[in-house]
Each structure stands twice: as C-alpha cells, then as structure tokens.
C-alpha cells in the first residue's frame, strides 16, 4: 500500500494522515484495483477480492455508510477486520451558506487543515456539484478570485470524490437499504469539475475520482453529466478523452493572443491555435459529444462583434456549445462586466452561426458562489494586486 507515503506535489509535501487521524488507510478514493490491493494486503483470500470491492464500493457511494459494522452483507469477523485496518472518511463539512436562489455553498476542510469550497446548484429537473480539484491554483488568470490564492496543493482522489459524498449528505440523497441506484431521485446529477484549481495539473486524483463517480457501483453518473473545464492545458487533453472520456469545456475567453494571453496566461506556453489544434481530435478520442467553450463576457476588453466573430471562424468544424459567462465581481477584480446588450448582441452572433450560445446566469452571487469567484479566505497565502496585474501583464 502506497497511501500512507508522502505526496510530493508542486509545492508542498503533504502527510497522507490527518493530524491526529487514525492511522487506518481511509477508503474514499482509492481506485477498484487499489481497493483490492488493500483488501488483499489485510488478509481478503484473492478469489474473493474483486466481489469484496464491488459491495465495498455500493456500501461506500451508493448508500453512503460510514461504519463498517453497518454493511450487513459482510461477516461479521470480516467487518470487524476492516474496522482494524480501515475507514471510510470524506473531508469535513466546516460551513454552508444557502442562496437566495437556492444555491449551496459548502466550505470544506481537509486534511492540513486546509479548506476549498464546493457549491451545488439546483436546477428545475437536475442539480449541479460544482467540485474543487486543487486548494488555490497555480495559475493566475487575471480575471479569476481563486487565481489570486496561491497553489497549496493538490486534493487527493478522496478529497475530489469526498466533496459528492459530503453534498449527498447534505441533501440526503443516499439510496436506503434495500432499494437500488435507479429507485431515487438524482439531486447531484450533474458534476462539474469547475470550483478551484486546474483540474488537469491534478491529472491522476481527478481521473480516479470521475471514474468512482461514473462506475455503475460508485456514484454511478453517466459520463456525459460530468464536464471537466481546463484553461488549456493542451498535452493533458489527449489523456484526458483517453484515460477520463467525460465531457470537456474549455476556458476559452479571448479570440486573439494577445488578449488571451493576459486573460488566460496559460496562452503564452499554449496558444490558441495549438488549442484548438487538441481540441479538434477530443471529440474522437472520448465519444463526446460537444465542447462547451467557456467565454468570460469583460466589458470592453473581450467582448465585440468582431470578437464573436472571430470566435465563430476559430472553432469551426469543432462540434461545440459557447456557453457565456457575465464577468463575476469580486473585491478588487479589475474588470467589469459587460452590459446585459452587449451579452446578448454577442450570443445572437453565435446563435446566428449555427452554435448554441446560452448566456449563464450567475447563481448564488449573495453568497460569493459564482463562477470564478470562489477562494477561501482562510487561506494567508496569497498574491497581492500588483503581483496579479503583473502577472498578467495589465
Ligand atoms: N481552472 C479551470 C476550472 C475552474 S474555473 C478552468 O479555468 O477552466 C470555472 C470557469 O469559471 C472557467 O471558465 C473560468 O474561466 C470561469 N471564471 C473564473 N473567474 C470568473 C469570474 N470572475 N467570472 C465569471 N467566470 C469566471
Ligand atoms: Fe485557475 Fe481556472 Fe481560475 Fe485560471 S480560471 S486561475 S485556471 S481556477
């Protein structure tokens, strides 16, 4: 077993065990094959290994139980050897805000100490999770609050898929005992890999977590309901319809690079042609359908005719969705959003064009929840106006 073993990320080497944990190998986020190695490695006879996974995982994401004492399928004297060696733990519920709308946001904290945000948006037929991937972001687009946190590390699997675990337990979505997956409303239908971080500089925990979250006996999601937004990193795309397969948007938000690359910095290592260059094989390699190409509406700076324009002849032949955001304030944010005109002018164009071009409507601004505008305050690591300007070159 390797997870009690340091992770070395970016920055910061992380102790696997809380402080003041248990010690025991936490369950959450371990993939099938990981699961059955632990299960092994206690003393599970090999035959009876991949059975034990399989009730294991239903137990863990679809009833979300907590004791092992509690899985009546089990021996007892098997419980009782799990319990030793074993638990099952999801990252600490600290706060939870409830919006006007509807919208929830949850602060959670994992191990360290550290905390990220995670906000559910309920819809008339679906709900959305929208997941953290990293505490902060390396990255430091100009228009973004979490990109003015500095990265503090990586979450592991468990902290991804702990973080729908947590919002079912907020919303008491677990199937009762007896029933199946299919017998109970879908609260937490849709997951979207867009609250903090970079999903795909978290490539390994994001894919072991999306792939508990679609398996027909861990949260069970199709994965055309989970949607991974990148800013562009390009040769994690391939990989990503390779090895995840689940839907892809893309933090497009400039058509020239010059202003994408003070938008999104990320531009100057790969820029817009080298992009979509990747994203034209995406759809072959992950059977997606659409790329929702995320556009930040920034009055005066991104937001034309002839940016939409531009827009329209840089994706052709890109089976895509432009799904446009009105800029999210935050305190210092030195942008502004464009008028409610110029937004719609902007998605007629696209519309016109033969593209669906929904403008979306920012949910749970009350509470600081929208997109983009997430960071936790609790964090002292953090970059200072004049480093944001400079950083992107404003
Ligand atoms: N790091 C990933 C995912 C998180 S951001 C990415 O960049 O794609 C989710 C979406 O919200 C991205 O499209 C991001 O560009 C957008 N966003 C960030 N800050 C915003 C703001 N202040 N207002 C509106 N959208 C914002
Ligand atoms: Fe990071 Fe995405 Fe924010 Fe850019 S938009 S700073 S990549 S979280």
Redesign the pocket.
Same mark, same amino acid.
């Given at each position: 077993m390797t997870a009690s073993a340091p992770i070395t990320q970016d920055l910061v080497t992380i102790p696997r065990k809380d402080e003041g944990g248990t010690g025991k190998v936490n369950l959450v986020g371990l993939t099938r094959d990981g699961l059955r190695d632990a299960l092994i490695d206690a003393g599970t006879p090999e035959k009876q290994a991949k059975m034990r996974t399989g009730q294991l995982w239903q137990w863990i994401y679809q009833k979300g139980v907590r004791e092992f004492s509690e899985m009546t399928n089990l021996a007892k004297d098997y419980r009782a050897m799990l319990d030793e060696a074993f638990e099952i733990r999801i990252p600490e519920l600290v706060s939870k805000q409830v919006s006007e709308d509807g919208t929830r946001k949850y602060l959670v904290r994992i191990a360290g100490g550290h905390e990220v945000e995670v906000v559910y948006i309920p819809e008339e037929d679906r709900g959305t999770l929208c997941v953290s991937s990293q505490v902060g @972001?390396t $990255?430091t @687009?100009s228009? @973004?609050?979490t990109g003015t946190q500095k990265l503090v590390r990586n979450l592991t699997a468990g902290e991804i898929v702990g973080q729908i675990m947590m919002a079912r337990d907020d919303l008491e979505e677990w199937v009762p005992a007896g029933k199946g997956m299919g017998e109970s409303p879908r609260l937490v239908s849709n997951i979207v $890999?867009? #609250?903090m #971080?970079?999903?795909l500089y978290n490539f390994d925990a994001v894919r072991d977590a999306m792939k508990i979250a679609m398996d027909g006996e861990g949260i069970s999601l199709s994965r055309r309901r989970i949607t991974l937004?990148?800013?562009g990193v390009v040769p994690e795309i391939a990989r990503a319809g390779e090895e995840i397969g689940c839907m892809l +948007?893309i933090?497009f938000?400039a058509t020239i690079d010059e202003t994408r690359d003070k938008l999104v910095p990320i531009n100057k290592k790969w820029n817009i042609e080298t992009l979509l260059d990747a994203l034209r094989e995406y759809p072959k390699l992950s059977n997606s359908e659409r790329i929702t190409f995320?556009y930040?509406m920034l009055d005066g700076v991104n937001d034309s005719d002839e940016d939409a324009r531009r827009l329209i002849k840089l994706i052709e032949g890109i089976p895509a969705k432009i799904n446009l955001?009105p800029?999210?304030e935050?305190p210092g +944010?030195p942008y502004k959003r464009s008028s409610n005109n110029r937004i719609r002018r902007f998605a007629d164009i696209i519309y016109k064009a033969g593209y669906a071009s929904p403008i979306r409507t920012p949910r749970g601004e009350d509470i600081m929840a929208? @997109? #983009?505008?997430l960071k936790s305050e609790t964090e002292r690591a953090r970059k200072s106006r004049a480093e944001i300007a400079k950083e992107a070159g404003l």
């Amino acid at each position: 077993m390797t997870a009690s073993a340091p992770i070395t990320q970016d920055l910061v080497t992380i102790p696997r065990k809380d402080e003041g944990g248990t010690g025991k190998v936490n369950l959450v986020g371990l993939t099938r094959d990981g699961l059955r190695d632990a299960l092994i490695d206690a003393g599970t006879p090999e035959k009876q290994a991949k059975m034990r996974t399989g009730q294991l995982w239903q137990w863990i994401y679809q009833k979300g139980v907590r004791e092992f004492s509690e899985m009546t399928n089990l021996a007892k004297d098997y419980r009782a050897m799990l319990d030793e060696a074993f638990e099952i733990r999801i990252p600490e519920l600290v706060s939870k805000q409830v919006s006007e709308d509807g919208t929830r946001k949850y602060l959670v904290r994992i191990a360290g100490g550290h905390e990220v945000e995670v906000v559910y948006i309920p819809e008339e037929d679906r709900g959305t999770l929208c997941v953290s991937s990293q505490v902060g @972001c390396t $990255l430091t @687009c100009s228009f @973004c609050h979490t990109g003015t946190q500095k990265l503090v590390r990586n979450l592991t699997a468990g902290e991804i898929v702990g973080q729908i675990m947590m919002a079912r337990d907020d919303l008491e979505e677990w199937v009762p005992a007896g029933k199946g997956m299919g017998e109970s409303p879908r609260l937490v239908s849709n997951i979207v $890999l867009m #609250g903090m #971080g970079e999903p795909l500089y978290n490539f390994d925990a994001v894919r072991d977590a999306m792939k508990i979250a679609m398996d027909g006996e861990g949260i069970s999601l199709s994965r055309r309901r989970i949607t991974l937004s990148t800013s562009g990193v390009v040769p994690e795309i391939a990989r990503a319809g390779e090895e995840i397969g689940c839907m892809l +948007a893309i933090s497009f938000h400039a058509t020239i690079d010059e202003t994408r690359d003070k938008l999104v910095p990320i531009n100057k290592k790969w820029n817009i042609e080298t992009l979509l260059d990747a994203l034209r094989e995406y759809p072959k390699l992950s059977n997606s359908e659409r790329i929702t190409f995320e556009y930040v509406m920034l009055d005066g700076v991104n937001d034309s005719d002839e940016d939409a324009r531009r827009l329209i002849k840089l994706i052709e032949g890109i089976p895509a969705k432009i799904n446009l955001i009105p800029f999210n304030e935050w305190p210092g +944010a030195p942008y502004k959003r464009s008028s409610n005109n110029r937004i719609r002018r902007f998605a007629d164009i696209i519309y016109k064009a033969g593209y669906a071009s929904p403008i979306r409507t920012p949910r749970g601004e009350d509470i600081m929840a929208a @997109c #983009g505008q997430l960071k936790s305050e609790t964090e002292r690591a953090r970059k200072s106006r004049a480093e944001i300007a400079k950083e992107a070159g404003l």
